[in-house]
């Protein structure tokens, strides 16, 4: 099967030039639309549709850091384990009761200055923990270990899911 990364000329790195990819995705969706084979045959029209679906769920999975770290451990044969490995070093789950704890206080008091306080916490630890999977995973090449680096932000994106929730409670 080709890669995500194959299908869009990039080569496989975590560290995704974010501009080519774009690129590289509007020039295939305007190639495979649907609408440019409006008036083509049914086969036609199918496989337009069927292109355009890969097309898109290989961009969505490129786009997100998550995802996309999950696609290279995949094609290098390591399984994650986001559903059956649930093992979290310590500091690290106290470290997310803290902020959790902090997203509650501030939609108790309503208060969308610390929500703002906590969304830049959040982002600067997101930055550099894809700062660290792509010294893991691009410089390195420590497949295995970058595993629990990615099921850290994955914990860390569904914090920002929350927090993007909040924000529409406190109005």
């Known amino acids: 099967m080709q890669s995500h990364f194959d299908l869009f000329g ?32 049914d086969a036609e029209r199918r496989a337009s549709l069927q292109w355009t679906t890969r097309v898109n769920e290989a961009y969505r ?5 998550v995802q996309r770290a999950k696609h290279i451990l995949e094609l290098n044969g390591i399984d994650v384990g986001f559903e059956t490995n649930t093992q979290m070093p310590t500091d690290f789950l106290l470290r997310q009761l803290e902020l959790r704890e902090e997203l509650e206080a501030a ?17 600067g630890e997101k930055l550099l923990l894809e700062s660290q999977l792509a010294d893991s995973l691009d410089n390195k090449k420590v497949l295995p270990g970058s595993t ?24």
């Open 61 to 65: 999975i490129l786009k997100s850091p």
């Open 148 to 171: 629990g680096q990615v099921r850290k932000l994955m914990f860390l994106d569904r914090l920002d899911a929350e927090l993007d929730s909040a924000y529409e409670e406190i109005e």
């Open 10 to 41: 990039l080569p496989p790195a975590f560290a995704l030039d974010k501009e080519a990819l774009e690129k590289a995705y509007r020039e295939i969706q305007s190639q495979v639309h649907p609408d440019r084979f409006a008036h083509a045959g």
């Open 107 to 123: 939609i108790n008091k309503k208060d969308a200055g610390l929500l703002d306080a906590l969304r830049g916490t959040l982002s």
